[in-house]
């Protein structure tokens, strides 16, 4: 049967690879290497600086695919995520017919790590519901951009004993801060963290983690919030492209 392997490669530095990434990559008869668009070239070659570096495999061979774009006009989100999940779908299953032999072995680079806010596993369960080709899966973890803030930062997840949100820029307003002392903030096109007043938040912020481009900004909210609106809209001007994170917090370990 053919076997998908669907490898975390970390958030941005090839350093964040791990062992049983390399070998797992070293495995495979085809790496398959999405395109997202010219903006995106920087996140294509880190893929590709990956396979250099670490793909030893002389038998290997890799398949660039474009990533449909998620249509957002006249529709609800979900609907829009539905349908371009379909669409890539049926393309991984093209791939796996024509580039795979039976008992052939192919593998995704997935950035940081495939359970966090990426689709790939849930995409494969479609493609295996879809029931035209026959395979199964494993998944190898990666470093999260949420390990590679934390770490940037030289800060702990977590207060003591305390919960963490998850969440995306849409979503903010629901955790944060009634809700919950920590939430981290992923896939935020709106910058949310402009419309939180409270005096007492702290905010974690970075951008292109991992990369030699990486900027980080860490402050009161209150205080740092005009300095990272204005490093954001420059930074996304120069490199055509944004990607970042931030954590916000209230109150301190220990504090009843
Ligand atoms: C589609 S999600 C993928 C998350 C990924 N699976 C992970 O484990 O981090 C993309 C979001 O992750 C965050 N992100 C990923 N890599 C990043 C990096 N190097 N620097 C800053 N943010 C990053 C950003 O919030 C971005 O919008």
């Not at 024509?98 to 192919?106: A, F, K």
Request: glycine share 8%; net charge negative.
């Amino acid at each position: 049967m053919r076997h998908i392997l669907v490898v975390g490669i970390g958030s941005g530095n090839p350093e964040h690879m791990t062992i049983q990434a390399i070998n797992a990559l070293n495995s495979a008869d085809v790496l398959f290497l999405p395109t997202k668009g010219a903006k995106k070239a920087e996140l294509a070659d880190i893929r590709r600086d990956i396979v250099a570096r670490y793909v030893t495999n002389p038998e290997s061979r890799t398949v660039d695919y474009a990533v449909p774009v998620r249509r957002t006009e006249g529709q609800s989100y979900m609907q829009g995520v539905d349908e371009w999940h379909a669409a890539i779908a049926e393309i991984h299953e093209a791939m796996f017919r024509t580039e795979l032999g039976e008992h052939g072995t192919g593998a995704f680079l997935v950035w940081g790590d495939p359970m966090l806010y990426d689709s790939t596993i849930r995409i494969l369960e479609r493609v295996g519901r879809r029931g035209n080709v026959a395979f199964d899966y494993s998944v190898i973890p990666g470093i999260t951009s949420v390990q590679a803030l934390c770490a940037s930062h030289r800060i702990p997840l977590n207060l003591v004993g305390q919960p963490v949100v998850i969440t995306t820029g849409r979503r903010l307003a629901d955790s944060f801060p009634d809700i919950v002392e920590t939430a981290v903030v992923m896939l935020d096109g709106e910058q949310a963290f402009q419309r939180i007043e409270d005096p007492d938040a702290m905010i974690y912020w970075g951008a292109y983690l991992g990369t030699p481009d990486e900027i980080v900004i860490s402050g009161r909210l209150s205080e740092v919030k005009e300095k990272i609106l204005a490093t954001r809209a420059d930074a996304r001007t120069r490199h055509g492209w944004i990607m970042d994170i931030y954590l916000l917090q209230k109150g301190t370990d220990f504090e009843e």
